[in-house]
């Protein structure tokens, strides 16, 4: 089975053989009306050839770019095709999802702020009951529990902002950008935000020698994409890896 890029180069060769058929049959009659046109007007006669030549030719070359045939550059035209459906994907799609993002961006910036604003004044202000309640005990005590305080406040705001308020935003913004770009990029790809590999399919692969040969080695990860590059099967993993 033909991949998707080798189909394209054989569509494209098959249109490229048509327009040269086409622009050999132009210049071959150009060339022959120049020549009876030549010898008509006498001195002319190069002129009259080489000047019609010229501008089938040039007329050839504008009609291989209306239909859209590169055919020195197979590798420039698939680039361009490539880049075109790109441009075409975030205009039509991506920039009206990137606009509704952003907004929710901000509303999420706006409610993480608002958090480190209550838990700042939260903590300031049970810091300020502790030393009123303390006053009288060691003042070590106070400290340690302005200390905890602080922690508690800092592991609150890593739980809310990482677990509650990030998640769905970044959940989103994957689904409706990242997969699209993928498939975009070759429709055999397929893209999973959540997706995590098997620690199997981890030592099967011959990465555990980077890492060594731990017995307990963890992986975690996420935007899993797997499909065909080629005639090869494929599948890769932003991860975690400790042991």
């Known amino acids: 089975m033909k991949t998707q890029?080798?189909?394209?180069?054989?569509?494209?060769?098959?249109?490229?053989?048509?327009?040269?058929?086409?622009?050999?049959?132009?210049?071959?009659?150009?060339?022959?009306?120049s020549l009876v046109l030549g010898?008509?007007?006498?001195?002319?006669?190069?002129?009259?050839?080489l000047v019609s030549v010229i501008i089938t030719m040039?007329?050839?070359s504008f009609y291989c770019r209306i239909v859209g045939v590169t055919p020195c550059n197979i590798q420039r035209?698939?680039?361009?095709?490539k880049k075109n459906k790109l441009e075409i994907l975030y205009?039509?799609?991506?920039?009206?999802?990137?606009?509704?993002?952003?907004?929710?961006?901000?509303?999420?910036?706006?409610?993480?702020?608002?958090?480190?604003?209550?838990?700042?004044?939260?903590?300031?202000?049970?810091?300020v009951f502790t030393v009123i309640s303390f006053r009288d005990e060691d003042p070590m005590l106070s400290f340690f529990i302005i200390l905890w305080l602080l922690v508690l406040s800092i592991v609150l705001y890593s739980f809310i902002a990482y677990k509650i308020i990030i998640p769905p935003y970044r959940q989103k913004f994957k689904t409706e950008i990242f997969n699209p770009i993928v498939t975009a990029v070759d429709k055999s790809l397929t893209y999973y935000p959540q997706k995590n590999i098997t620690l199997e399919e981890f030592r099967?692969?011959?990465?555990?020698?980077?890492?060594?040969?731990?017995?307990?080695?963890?992986?975690?990860?996420?935007?899993?994409?797997?499909?065909?590059?080629?005639?090869?099967a494929v599948s890769y993993i932003y991860?975690?890896?400790w042991r």
């Open 77 to 81: 035209y698939l680039e361009q095709q």
């Open 58 to 60: 040039i007329i050839c």
């Open 204 to 232: 099967a692969s011959g990465l555990e020698r980077y890492f060594g040969y731990a017995d307990h080695v963890h992986v975690v990860g996420e935007d899993y994409v797997e499909g065909m590059l080629g005639k090869t």
């Open 91 to 127: 205009e039509n799609h991506l920039k009206p999802k990137l606009e509704v993002l952003e907004k929710q961006r901000k509303i999420v910036k706006l409610k993480l702020t608002l958090l480190k604003i209550v838990l700042f004044l939260a903590t300031i202000g049970m810091s």
């Open 39 to 49: 010898l008509i007007t006498g001195p002319f006669f190069i002129l009259v050839v």
């Open 5 to 33: 890029e080798e189909l394209k180069i054989i569509a494209h060769n098959k249109r490229f053989k048509e327009v040269k058929k086409k622009c050999y049959s132009w210049l071959k009659t150009v060339f022959w009306i």
């Open 239 to 241: 991860r975690r890896i």
